[in-house]
């Protein structure tokens, strides 16, 4: 939709991979989402999953890292629908 604000949420405890042929890199994948409008990506991923986090922070989006702490994670989760529901909003913070 025209003027639609896109977003991705990624749980991944797995390194970036591909099984296209020819493969997709990690940096295919980052010039695509930065040519995408609007588009914010968030991570969640181990923090030894390396390129997660370059991702999120090129588009705009935000690294988490993902943990068995339920309150953190959905404090996290709260983090992201704060930026992307008030982000523009003249609702107080």
């Known amino acids: 939709r025209p003027g639609a604000k896109r977003i ?5 405890d797995e390194g970036p991979q591909s099984y296209l042929s020819p493969t997709l890199s990690l940096g295919d994948i980052t010039t ?3 040519g995408t409008p609007e588009l914010k990506i968030y991570v969640f991923a181990s ?6 986090d370059e991702m999120a922070i090129t588009t705009g ?4 890292d993902l943990t068995q702490n339920q309150t953190e994670m959905y ?3 709260m983090e992201i629908l704060d930026d992307i529901c008030l ?3 003249t609702a107080p913070q």
Not at 47 to 52: D, L, N, V
């Open 8 to 12: 991705i949420i990624l749980f991944t």
């Open 32 to 34: 695509q989402a930065q």
């Open 47 to 52: 923090s030894e999953m390396w390129g997660w």
């Open 61 to 64: 989006g935000k690294y988490f």
């Open 75 to 77: 404090n996290n989760l």
């Open 87 to 89: 982000e523009g909003s």
